[in-house]
C-alpha cells in the first residue's frame, strides 16, 4: 500500500467509528486530523514558503469531497 492509500484506508474507518459511535465523533475527527491532514498540510506549507504568511485557505479532501475554508493569521501556526 502507498502512503496515500494507507491514508485514505485511516480515514475512511475513522468515519465508520464516527457513525459507529456519535459520542466519540470529535475524538475520532481529532485523530484524523493531528495524524493525517496537519503533517500533510505542514509539508505545503513548507514547500510553497507559507511559513509566517496569513490568508484565507480551503482544504478538500479527495476521498470524498468534502471542502473546509478557514482563515490565519499565520498560516503555519493555524
Known amino acids: 500500500m502507498t502512503v496515500d492509500e494507507v491514508e485514505n484506508y485511516l480515514c475512511s474507518t475513522l468515519?465508520?467509528?464516527?457513525?459507529?459511535?456519535?459520542?466519540?465523533?470529535?475524538d475520532f475527527g481529532a485523530i484524523e486530523w493531528r495524524k493525517v491532514r496537519m503533517t500533510?498540510?505542514?509539508?505545503?506549507?513548507?514547500?510553497e514558503g507559507l511559513d509566517g504568511k496569513s490568508?484565507?485557505?480551503?482544504?478538500?479532501?479527495?476521498?470524498?469531497?468534502?471542502?473546509?475554508?478557514?482563515?490565519?493569521?499565520?498560516?503555519?501556526?493555524r
Do not use: E, F, N, T
Open 15 to 26: 468515519d465508520k467509528l464516527k457513525k459507529a459511535y456519535p459520542d466519540l465523533a470529535v
Open 40 to 47: 500533510k498540510i505542514q509539508d505545503i506549507i513548507k514547500r
Open 55 to 77: 490568508g484565507i485557505y480551503r482544504l478538500i479532501r479527495k476521498s470524498d469531497g468534502k471542502v473546509y475554508i478557514g482563515q490565519a493569521v499565520d498560516i503555519k501556526a
